[in-house]
């Protein structure tokens, strides 16, 4: 576990399954990508109200058994959707922290950390990586960095992307807060008014684009959106799979004394990757080892680093 000491009564700590207990002080809790599922998707809707509404068909067929909540983020054009069972996270936090009224906050490292651009170490077994603005979590033997997620917490201001996990908060219920829940409740009732008006006048006029679409080019009414959605999230689920499994043998691969992953770089086409060698006959052994699972596109040396480009 990933702790941050400062002034400030507001601590933020790095929280991985598994993690042993935790007491003594009142933490901001940031779950690693453990604890959820992450997908970017580009939807037929412009809210982010819209688009949760498409978030468990989304996710259909793709997750363990449980019941899961979702939350959503615009990210340019596309939406990155977050899917989560509340009351697994909530058995793994008491475990982690018994003592009562020890949690303040709980926030996603999607969230609160999706500045991070490379390759940054939780602890000696994990680091976390960023794959089209989705940040993952990685076994640590795959990277070779300097950076630890410890160095971004003291940094880390509170924000709105806060998890609420059970109807019992972790907060005192005194008058502050009720009062504080009213206002809030009485600009999201507004917020929501003026949102669901757009919503509708937005749907409106795509159904009316979508059956001058359907009459101008004699299609069936129900298959445009369908089957561009299906597609496009099909293509998305694809090549994230296909990252994470190549990340995986990756790691398996049995590097020597003195070697290591110097750099991985993911893209929609595939992952660069370079290693650090110190005889140059291991080149040849470390891309026959690739090569029992992934294409390899090209190859070269320069000095002791071995430069690869796999495909996906």
């Given at each position: ?7 400030s009564?507001k ?7 598994g993690?042993k207990?935790?007491?003594g ?7 690693s990508?453990?604890f959820?599922w ?15 509404k ?13 019941n899961y909540?979702?939350e959503?983020?615009?990210?340019g ?11 697994a ?11 009562k ?11 609160v ?7 940054t ?6 680091a976390?990586?960023?794959?089209d ?5 990685v ?30 908060s972790n ?6 807060n ?5 206002l809030?409740?009485m ?9 669901y008006i757009?919503?509708?006048?937005g ?5 009316l684009k979508?059956?001058?679409i359907?009459?101008?080019n004699k299609?069936p ?10 597609k496009s999230?099909s ?8 990252i ?19 750099d ?14 110190l005889d140059p ?5 470390i ?11 090209s ?11 796999i495909?996906l």
């Amino acid at each position: 576990m990933t702790k941050a000491f400062s002034k400030s009564p507001k601590k933020f700590t790095f929280v991985t399954k598994g993690d042993k207990f935790l007491r003594g002080d009142r933490y901001n809790i940031i779950l690693s990508p453990q604890f959820y599922w992450v997908k970017k998707a580009k939807l037929p809707v412009k809210s982010i109200s819209g688009a949760k509404k498409l978030a468990a068909s989304i996710y259909e067929g793709s997750l363990p058994d449980g019941n899961y909540s979702y939350e959503v983020r615009k990210d340019g054009d596309e939406f990155i959707i977050i899917a989560y069972d509340k009351s697994a996270i909530l058995d793994e936090l008491k475990r982690i922290f018994p003592a009562k009224n020890s949690i303040k906050d709980i926030y996603f490292a999607q969230d609160v950390l999706n500045h991070i651009k490379e390759c940054t170490a939780i602890n000696d077994k994990a680091a976390l990586s960023s794959v089209d603005s989705i940040i993952i979590q990685v076994p640590r033997a795959c990277v070779d960095t300097q950076k630890s997620v410890a160095q971004y917490l003291d940094n880390i201001e509170p924000g709105r992307y806060k998890i609420k996990l059970s109807a019992n908060s972790n907060e005192l219920f005194n008058r502050k807060n009720v009062i504080l829940f009213l206002l809030v409740s009485m600009l999201l009732g507004t917020s929501f008014l003026l949102e669901y008006i757009n919503y509708k006048s937005g749907i409106k006029k795509l159904e009316l684009k979508k059956a001058q679409i359907i009459k101008d080019n004699k299609l069936p009414s129900t298959m445009i959106q369908l089957r561009s959605i299906k597609k496009s999230l099909s293509k998305k689920f694809a090549s994230q799979k296909s990252i994470r499994e190549l990340l995986y043998a990756i790691s398996k691969i049995d590097l020597k004394d003195g070697e290591y992953f110097q750099d991985i770089t993911a893209n929609a086409k595939g992952l660069d990757l370079k290693v650090h060698i110190l005889d140059p006959k291991r080149e040849s052994e470390i891309k026959n080892k690739i090569k029992k699972f992934a294409k390899i596109i090209s190859s070269s040396m320069d000095n002791s680093e071995l430069n690869l480009r796999i495909s996906l």
